[in-house]
C-alpha cells in the first residue's frame, strides 16, 4: 500500500463538526485551512476552537505547548476553491443538502489538486448521489466524524461506487493518522451508524411519548444496561432534533420501513424550535 502524505487539510463548513475536525486535524501537526463562506463565521470557528484547548489544558488533557500549536496550524478562510488548491484532503462539513454537496464537490474537483482526498462527512446522503457527474468521482469518499470529534474514536468511511480501492486506502491512513479508529461501510441508506443509531432513538422517542417512562430513564436504561456512555435521546439533543428529523424522513424514504417514521413527538418538538441542546432545549432543558 502507497503511503498517503496528509500534512495539508482544508474544511469546508465552520459549525460544530468542522470546527471539530478541523481541531483534530491541526493537533496531529497538520497545517488547516478552515473555510465558511462567511470570513468572521471562520474566525468566530476559531474562537470556540480556543475555548475547547483551554478546556482541555485544565483538564490536563492537552499541554498549553500543545493548544498554541494547534491554533497556530489553523487558517480561517472564506475561499473554498483556493483553500482547496494545495490541500492533501479537504473534508467538506455544511448542511446535509444534497444540492449543496454536489456544487461543492464539482468545485473542489476543479481546484484541489489531483491526488487530493475528497471527503463528505455526511450523515446519510448517498455518496453516490452525492459524487453523480463528477469528473472526480473515483476520488470522492464518505468521512463521517461523530460528535465532539475530538473526544470520539470512530470515523465512518463509506465508499461509493465509482470510489476507488486507492482513495479507500488513502482515507483510512488519514483516519488513522489522526488518532481514530475507522470501519469501512459500503453506500446505502444510513450507512451502518446513523441507521442503527437513528433506529434506536426514534423507538426511545415513542417510548417517551407512550409514557412508558421518563426521558431520563429511558437514557439510564441503556446507559447502565448496556453499557451505551450516552443515552439515545441525550444523543439526539446533541446531534439536534432538526438533524435526526431529516435523516430519519430520507431513510424511511430510500428504506420503506414504518420502523423509520418519525414520531409526532419529534415532528412537534422541530416545529417548535426545540431542537436540542444548540436550542437551549430539546428532551433535557439546557437553560441557564
Same mark, same amino acid.
Given at each position: 500500500?502507497?503511503?498517503?502524505?496528509?500534512?495539508?487539510?482544508?474544511?469546508?463548513?465552520?459549525?460544530?463538526?468542522?470546527?471539530?475536525?478541523?481541531?483534530?486535524?491541526?493537533?496531529?501537526?497538520?497545517?488547516?485551512?478552515?473555510?465558511?463562506?462567511?470570513?468572521?463565521?471562520?474566525?468566530?470557528?476559531?474562537?470556540?476552537?480556543?475555548?475547547?484547548?483551554?478546556?482541555?489544558?485544565?483538564?490536563?488533557?492537552?499541554?498549553?505547548?500543545?493548544?498554541?500549536?494547534?491554533?497556530?496550524?489553523?487558517?480561517?478562510?472564506?475561499?473554498?476553491?483556493?483553500?482547496?488548491?494545495?490541500?492533501?484532503?479537504?473534508?467538506?462539513?455544511?448542511?446535509?443538502?444534497?444540492?449543496?454537496?454536489?456544487?461543492?464537490?464539482?468545485?473542489?474537483?476543479?481546484?484541489?489538486?489531483?491526488?487530493?482526498?475528497?471527503?463528505?462527512?455526511?450523515?446519510?446522503?448517498?455518496?453516490?448521489?452525492?459524487?453523480?457527474?463528477?469528473?472526480?468521482?473515483?476520488?470522492?469518499?464518505?468521512?463521517?466524524?461523530?460528535?465532539?470529534?475530538?473526544?470520539?474514536?470512530?470515523?465512518?468511511?463509506?465508499?461509493?461506487?465509482?470510489?476507488?480501492?486507492?482513495?479507500?486506502?488513502?482515507?483510512?491512513?488519514?483516519?488513522?493518522?489522526?488518532?481514530?479508529?475507522?470501519?469501512?461501510?459500503?453506500?446505502?441508506?444510513?450507512?451502518?451508524?446513523?441507521? $442503527?443509531?437513528?433506529? =434506536? %432513538?426514534? &423507538? /426511545?422517542?415513542?417510548?417517551? #411519548?407512550?409514557?412508558?417512562?421518563?426521558? !431520563?430513564?429511558? +437514557?439510564?436504561?441503556?446507559?447502565?444496561?448496556?453499557?451505551?456512555?450516552?443515552?439515545?435521546?441525550?444523543?439526539?439533543?446533541?446531534?439536534?432534533?432538526?438533524?435526526?428529523?431529516?435523516?430519519?424522513?430520507? $431513510?424511511?424514504?430510500? =428504506? %420503506?420501513? &414504518? /420502523?423509520?417514521?418519525?414520531? #409526532?413527538?419529534?415532528?412537534?418538538?422541530? !416545529?417548535?424550535? +426545540?431542537?436540542?441542546?444548540?436550542?437551549?432545549?430539546?428532551?433535557?432543558?439546557?437553560?441557564?
Amino acid at each position: 500500500m502507497t503511503e498517503f502524505v496528509s500534512q495539508r487539510v482544508t474544511v469546508i463548513g465552520a459549525g460544530t463538526m468542522g470546527r471539530g475536525i478541523a481541531q483534530v486535524a491541526a493537533s496531529t501537526g497538520r497545517a488547516v485551512v478552515l473555510v465558511d463562506a462567511d470570513q468572521e463565521a471562520a474566525e468566530r470557528a476559531l474562537t470556540s476552537i480556543a475555548g475547547s484547548l483551554e478546556r482541555a489544558v485544565t483538564k490536563g488533557r492537552v499541554t498549553e505547548q500543545q493548544r498554541a500549536a494547534t491554533l497556530a496550524a489553523i487558517t480561517p478562510s472564506a475561499d473554498a476553491a483556493q483553500a482547496a488548491s494545495g490541500a492533501d484532503v479537504v473534508v467538506e462539513a455544511v448542511p446535509e443538502d444534497l444540492g449543496l454537496k454536489q456544487r461543492l464537490l464539482s468545485t473542489l474537483a476543479e481546484s484541489a489538486p489531483s491526488h487530493c482526498l475528497l471527503g463528505t462527512n455526511t450523515s446519510s446522503l448517498p455518496i453516490g448521489a452525492i459524487s453523480a457527474g463528477n469528473p472526480a468521482a473515483e476520488r470522492i469518499i464518505g468521512l463521517h466524524f461523530f460528535n465532539p470529534v475530538p473526544a470520539m474514536k470512530l470515523v465512518e468511511i463509506v465508499r461509493g461506487e465509482a470510489t476507488s480501492q486507492d482513495c479507500v486506502d488513502a482515507a483510512r491512513q488519514f483516519a488513522l493518522a489522526l488518532g481514530k479508529d475507522p470501519i469501512i461501510v459500503k453506500d446505502s441508506p444510513g450507512f451502518a451508524t446513523s441507521r $442503527l443509531g437513528v433506529l =434506536l %432513538g426514534l &423507538e /426511545a422517542m415513542r417510548m417517551l #411519548q407512550e409514557g412508558v417512562a421518563s426521558a !431520563a430513564d429511558i +437514557d439510564k436504561a441503556m446507559e447502565l444496561g448496556y453499557r451505551h456512555p450516552m443515552g439515545p435521546l441525550k444523543l439526539t439533543d446533541l446531534v439536534g432534533l432538526d438533524v435526526r428529523l431529516a435523516i430519519a424522513e430520507h $431513510l424511511h424514504t430510500e =428504506l %420503506g420501513s &414504518e /420502523a423509520f417514521a418519525p414520531p #409526532q413527538i419529534l415532528r412537534d418538538m422541530v !416545529a417548535a424550535g +426545540d431542537i436540542g441542546k444548540k436550542s437551549g432545549k430539546g428532551f433535557y432543558d439546557y437553560g441557564s
